[in-house]
Structures are given as C-alpha cells and as structure tokens.
C-alpha cells in the first residue's frame, strides 16, 4: 500500500456513516480473546458480563465525556474498555492513552490482551513496521495507542487524546499539584467526542475513584425479580445462608456452597443460583434514589472539613445534580456469572472474612466495589517530616487570618501548641511549649511572633484557643472563666456518632451557665492523622522547618486499630502507642478552632465575603 493510497484510505474512512451497532455488538462478532488472553478461548461475549453495556456505550453518547466506575475484581471493565480501543481505528479514529496502575503492568497487559486483537481487528490500519508495535506505543495509520504507568510525567503533556483511561486509579501515583484525572481532563478538554474512563476496584471510601463517582450519576445495576419483577439491587444482606449455621456457631461449607440462595427484599422469594443469569442479563443501570444520595451527602458534609474534594458543590453544581456530562456506575461481584464465584461462594468468603479484619478489608475492596472506610493507619516519621515548610519555630510565615492557641492540661504540667491560618484554611504550626501553671500560660500567650520579612508582630488572638478539660475540669473552667474566654474549654467525645464534628454544650459551673465545645475525638483525628499528615490532603498542615524531634514523635504517638466490641463487631479506634502524646492533642484542636470559626461566620467575614449576597446569587 502507497503513502497516498494510505492517505486517501484514511480520508474516505473518516466520512463514513456512523454505524448503527453499538460496540458490544462489534465486539461479539469480531474480537477473538485467545489462551493469553482468557483461559476459555473464545470470541468476546457481553452476555457473559451484561452490565459492561452502559458502560462501554457511553462511549458513543455525545452528551457523555466523563465516566467512572468503581468495580469489582471479576467485572470484566477492562477487557470493555479495550474493545472500545479496538472499535474505534475503524469506527471513531482519534489517538488513544490508556494509563494503568505500573508501567510493569501495563507491559504485562499490552503483549496478552491487546497486540494480537488489534493485528486481527484492525489489520487495515497496520503500518507494516514492526517498530511501530512496542509495549509502549502502538501507531497505527490513523491513530496512536499509548499504554504507560501512572508514574510516566509524559502521557498528560505531549498531544491530544480522544479516549483515555485510567485503570486502578486508586493504585496511581498522583502529585499533590493535580491528579491524573485532573490532568486527562486538560488533555481532551477541546476534542470533539473525547471521553475519559475512570475505574478500577475502588480501594478507599471518599478516596480518588469514590471521590470522582460521587460527582456523577452514582448509578447501581438493578435486576428484575422472577417472583415479583421488582427491580433489585443485589448485596450482600440479600445473601440468605443464615439457617446453615451449626450448633456450634461453625459452618458447613459445603452446605453453604449448594444451598445458599438470594432473597427478594420486596417479595422475600428465596432465589436459586440458576434464576441469576437470566436476571443479570435483563438488568439495567438506574440513578441511586434520593434517599440514598441524602445519607451519603450527610457523610460528605461530615468530612467536608478535612477535605474540600468531598465538598457537596462540585464546579457550582449541587452534589445531588451529577456533573455536567459525568456518569458514574458501580458493580460487584454478587452479580458475577463465573462458575467459580456463585452466591454460594461469596457467601463462603463473607464468612471466612468475619474472622478477620485483613480478609474483611479485602472482601470489600476485591469483591463488592463499594470501597473500604479508612482503617488502620500508622503515622511514619516520613509522614511527619513531609509536613515541614519553609519557616522556622516562632516566627509567623505571613499576617494571620487567625492566630490561636491550643492547651493540653496533664497534672500539674500545661502543655500548649501555637497555630496559624492563611486564607485557605491551611494551619501553620508556630510554637510549643510545656509550663508549669496558668500564670506562665498567660505570658505565653502574651508572647509576640515576628512575621516572616516583614516589622509587624502578633500575639495570640482573644478568644480564639480551646483548653482540653478532660483532666481537672474545674480548674480549666475556672481559668477560663477568669478570663473572659481567653481561652474556650473543650472536651472530646468517643464513640459518639451524634456529634459530626463539634458543637456548643451549656453546663453549670461553680452555680454559673457556663459553656464548653465537645468535639468528636475520633473524627478530629482522623481528620489531622489520616488526611492531614499521612494522605496529605488540603488544607495542608505545616510544621517549622526546625521542628525537634520531641515534637515529632508525639505526632506519631497515635496508631488507628481495628478492634472487634462487645457484639463482636469491628469498629476502628485510635489507640495511643507512644510516651506522650499531648502535642498532638492541641494541633488536633487547631482543626477545630478553624471549623468554629467558619461555622461562625467570622472566617467570610474577615475575607470581606458577604453570605447573605452569596446565598441570592
């Protein structure tokens, strides 16, 4: 074939009709998967995976650009998404990137699942040139295939793309300037019929996949009943194996793997494995109802202080409104049509993890595409040490939008830290200190602090500072007390669900009303260990570039563990494992002077921002 034959070739084809079969249809009828591919031979077959429909037919929607899908490990979305690559030499021409977890996977996936389907599916589009075929980069007449890593810096910066996917994305190394969905996005902005796939097994709830599906349309696959023709959500409460239990509290195995069923939560029919097939082939992806999207907005609102990623309104839409453009869609394995992964097996593997948390947390991310809380969590001296900035102990790197001051009262020692908060929200950790009495307290917070290349000084603001009352009660309300509020009393709650954050409480004191903030402790930590300091998400916390290593390792004193209660369920809790641990305590409640001063008003107010205009428009 001629240069200008080829030429002339690619220009007639683009001017081609659009067909009208979708690309599961294409896919049924062309694409060969051999040995490497799959261990059963055979051509591609949608019914064997039904729910991958929606999601590979977004890709000829125009109102469609986004599409993300948490999964599960059997889901069969990335052999989907391969044959959307392999449609569209022919079909819909335009380069294509597909970035995965590695670059060591992604060359293990390129020689298995892609060389031999394209050579088969797309030989008119073959250059001729082995060179042209490498891991990395398949060039075809028409179009470029690239398959990199997630740790690759070029694939978001050297041309456009019309399709680009980004597989296990819970896996991918991202940067703290943009992540990599952020980056797609730059990259098919002004492309005509451009969309990008966000998937893989979703590894952490409000995590980067989770975080991106609930800006979009959040849609479950529903299948129909047999008995009633409700249309269902299949879950692990509808597995029915509960009667199989053994005196004993054990269970038979085998029994559970023959006759374990599904229950209709509508009718209460007890469904056989062989009612699943036809069930999950007649199913459709319908939009979570609003009830569903008003509990999972409450746990957003909840964390929206620590991360404004989980913030309600997304690009001035209102979180109950998908994003223009995006759909999302989940999938589990209680759908799945293998032999070797039955309702009978899920609930086998349900069982065996309820001995353990580490095969629990496994079940969840690998089998029910939902997402695993934040659990454990170790805080790690690399952790702390990303926290430093470019100042140092004592000074103040910029004017404060607030300065204030956290106490921690341990017998007759007071220790206290200092911090600071820009216009972002971002705290800034100043100066620390442990005193002998309140009297050298209040020289402490009299004390002035430079500010960085600049005349001007600052102490502590009135008014704006907690001290931790769980040790001596009386004596914290009466300092405070005496001074005006100088200092707020506050105390942390455990295990109290009903406090989101923290909030106002009144009590009586020495005959007086006094008033006092409870805080959720378990919240508030997680919020500083597991996204300030170990995630790193903003707003940030930074320390002093000088910071000992005294006031380091009390930042590392607290470990998050997963314990199983009274019941016998699992709950999470921050367990102290080191000496001390009070520094951390007062940065802890930094967090919480921010929250009460936005809560309050006074943080809009202070930037010069009008609520009452902002609540209009």
Same mark, same amino acid.
């Given at each position: 074939?001629?240069?200008?034959?080829?030429?002339?070739?690619?220009?007639?084809?683009?001017?081609?009709?659009?067909?009208?079969?979708?690309?599961?249809?294409?896919?049924?009828?062309?694409?060969?998967?051999?040995?490497?591919?799959?261990?059963?031979?055979?051509?591609?077959?949608?019914?064997?995976?039904?729910?991958?429909?929606?999601?590979?037919?977004?890709?000829?929607?125009?109102?469609?650009?986004?599409?993300?899908?948490?999964?599960? =490990?059997?889901?069969?979305?990335?052999?989907?998404?391969?044959?959307?690559?392999?449609?569209?030499?022919?079909?819909?021409?335009?380069?294509?990137?597909?970035?995965?977890? *590695?670059?060591?996977?992604?060359?293990?996936?390129?020689?298995?699942?892609?060389?031999?389907?394209?050579? *088969?599916?797309?030989?008119?589009?073959?250059?001729?040139?082995?060179?042209?075929?490498?891991?990395?980069?398949?060039?075809?007449?028409?179009?470029?295939?690239?398959?990199?890593?997630?740790?690759?810096?070029?694939?978001?910066?050297?041309?456009?793309?019309?399709?680009?996917?980004?597989?296990?994305?819970?896996?991918?190394?991202?940067?703290?300037?943009?992540?990599? #969905?952020?980056?797609?996005?730059?990259?098919?902005?002004?492309?005509?019929?451009?969309?990008?796939?966000?998937?893989?097994?979703?590894?952490?709830?409000?995590?980067?996949?989770?975080?991106?599906?609930? %800006?979009?349309?959040?849609?479950?696959?529903?299948?129909?009943?047999?008995?009633?023709?409700?249309?269902?959500?299949?879950?692990?409460?509808?597995?029915?194996?509960?009667?199989?239990?053994?005196?004993?509290?054990?269970?038979?195995?085998?029994?559970?793997?023959?006759?374990?069923?599904?229950?209709?939560? #509508?009718?209460?029919?007890?469904?056989?494995?062989?009612?699943?097939?036809?069930?999950?082939?007649?199913?459709?992806?319908?939009?979570?109802?609003?009830?569903?999207?008003?509990?999972?907005?409450?746990?957003?609102?909840?964390?929206?202080?620590?991360?404004?990623?989980? =913030?309600?309104?997304?690009?001035?839409?209102?979180?109950?409104?998908?994003?223009?453009?995006?759909?999302?869609?989940?999938?589990?394995?209680?759908?799945?049509?293998?032999?070797?992964?039955?309702?009978?097996?899920?609930?086998?593997?349900?069982?065996?993890?309820?001995?353990?948390?580490?095969?629990?947390?496994?079940?969840?991310?690998?089998?029910?595409?939902?997402?695993?809380?934040?659990?454990?969590?170790?805080?790690?001296?690399?952790?702390?040490?990303?926290?430093?900035?470019?100042?140092?102990?004592?000074?103040?790197?910029?004017?404060?939008?607030?300065?204030?001051?956290?106490?921690?009262?341990? %017998?007759?020692?007071?220790?206290?830290?200092?911090?600071?908060?820009?216009?972002?929200?971002?705290?800034?950790?100043?100066?620390?200190?442990?005193?002998?009495?309140?009297?050298?307290?209040?020289?402490?917070?009299?004390?002035?602090?430079?500010?960085?290349?600049?005349?001007?000084?600052?102490?502590?603001?009135?008014?704006?500072?907690?001290?931790?009352?769980?040790?001596?009660?009386?004596?914290?309300?009466?300092?405070?007390?005496?001074?005006?509020?100088?200092?707020?009393?506050?105390? %942390?709650?455990?295990?109290?669900?009903?406090?989101?954050?923290?909030?106002?409480?009144?009590?009586?004191?020495?005959?007086?009303?006094?008033?006092?903030?409870?805080?959720?402790?378990?919240?508030?930590?997680?919020?500083?260990?597991?996204?300030?300091?170990?995630?790193?998400?903003?707003?940030?916390?930074?320390?002093?570039?000088?910071?000992?290593?005294?006031?380091?390792?009390?930042?590392? #004193?607290?470990?998050?563990?997963?314990?199983?209660?009274?019941?016998?369920?699992?709950?999470?809790?921050?367990?102290?494992?080191?000496?001390?641990?009070?520094?951390?305590?007062?940065?802890?409640?930094?967090?919480?002077?921010?929250?009460?001063?936005?809560? %309050?008003?006074?943080?809009?107010?202070?930037?010069?921002?009008?609520?009452?205009?902002?609540?209009?428009?």
């Amino acid at each position: 074939m001629t240069a200008e034959y080829r030429i002339a070739d690619v220009i007639a084809r683009s001017f081609r009709p659009k067909p009208n079969y979708t690309v599961c249809d294409w896919a049924d009828k062309t694409v060969y998967l051999d040995g490497k591919a799959t261990p059963k031979p055979g051509y591609y077959d949608t019914t064997k995976t039904p729910w991958v429909r929606r999601f590979v037919e977004a890709s000829q929607d125009p109102t469609v650009r986004e599409v993300i899908a948490p999964k599960s =490990s059997r889901s069969g979305f990335t052999e989907a998404f391969l044959n959307i690559v392999r449609y569209m030499p022919e079909h819909h021409p335009g380069h294509v990137c597909l970035v995965m977890q *590695s670059a060591s996977k992604a060359k293990e996936m390129v020689p298995k699942r892609l060389h031999t389907t394209l050579k *088969s599916c797309c030989e008119p589009y073959l250059t001729g040139n082995r060179d042209d075929f490498t891991l990395q980069l398949m060039k075809l007449t028409n179009m470029d295939i690239t398959v990199v890593g997630s740790g690759t810096d070029t694939w978001g910066t050297e041309t456009w793309y019309r399709l680009i996917g980004l597989d296990e994305y819970d896996s991918h190394d991202q940067t703290e300037q943009e992540t990599n #969905a952020d980056l797609a996005r730059s990259r098919i902005r002004d492309v005509p019929g451009a969309t990008l796939y966000i998937f893989g097994k979703c590894k952490l709830k409000h995590g980067p996949l989770h975080s991106e599906y609930l %800006g979009g349309t959040q849609e479950r696959y529903l299948v129909p009943c047999p008995k009633c023709e409700a249309e269902i959500e299949l879950c692990e409460n509808g597995l029915d194996f509960g009667h199989l239990k053994k005196m004993d509290g054990n269970y038979n195995m085998a029994e559970v793997l023959i006759e374990t069923r599904y229950k209709c939560p #509508a009718c209460k029919a007890l469904l056989p494995e062989d009612q699943k097939r036809p069930m999950v082939n007649a199913g459709r992806y319908v939009p979570a109802p609003i009830d569903i999207r008003d509990r999972e907005k409450k746990e957003k609102e909840e964390r929206q202080f620590f991360d404004p990623r989980h =913030s309600t309104r997304e690009g001035g839409k209102d979180y109950r409104t998908a994003f223009p453009g995006r759909v999302s869609l989940r999938i589990s394995d209680f759908y799945c049509l293998h032999d070797d992964l039955t309702w009978g097996h899920m609930a086998q593997k349900i069982i065996e993890a309820s001995k353990s948390p580490q095969k629990r947390k496994s079940l969840v991310i690998d089998h029910f595409g939902t997402g695993w809380g934040e659990t454990a969590a170790e805080i790690k001296e690399t952790d702390v040490m990303r926290c430093r900035g470019k100042y140092l102990r004592g000074e103040l790197p910029f004017k404060p939008l607030i300065f204030s001051c956290q106490v921690d009262r341990q %017998g007759d020692r007071v220790k206290y830290v200092k911090t600071a908060f820009n216009e972002t929200g971002e705290m800034f950790v100043i100066d620390w200190g442990e005193l002998l009495g309140d009297e050298d307290l209040d020289l402490a917070l009299d004390k002035l602090h430079p500010v960085k290349d600049s005349t001007e000084e600052f102490a502590v603001e009135h008014g704006f500072g907690l001290y931790d009352s769980g040790f001596e009660e009386a004596a914290v309300f009466d300092y405070c007390v005496s001074r005006d509020y100088r200092l707020h009393p506050s105390k %942390g709650a455990k295990n109290v669900d009903s406090i989101a954050f923290a909030e106002q409480k009144f009590k009586t004191h020495r005959g007086a009303r006094v008033y006092w903030y409870i805080y959720n402790d378990h919240k508030v930590k997680d919020a500083l260990y597991s996204y300030k300091i170990r995630r790193r998400k903003a707003p940030l916390v930074w320390l002093p570039e000088n910071t000992d290593a005294d006031f380091m390792a009390e930042l590392m #004193a607290e470990t998050k563990i997963l314990e199983k209660d009274k019941l016998g369920f699992i709950k999470e809790k921050w367990k102290k494992i080191g000496d001390k641990n009070d520094y951390g305590d007062c940065v802890k409640k930094g967090l919480i002077v921010w929250h009460l001063a936005e809560a %309050g008003g006074i943080i809009n107010e202070r930037l010069g921002i009008d609520e009452e205009k902002e609540t209009e428009d």
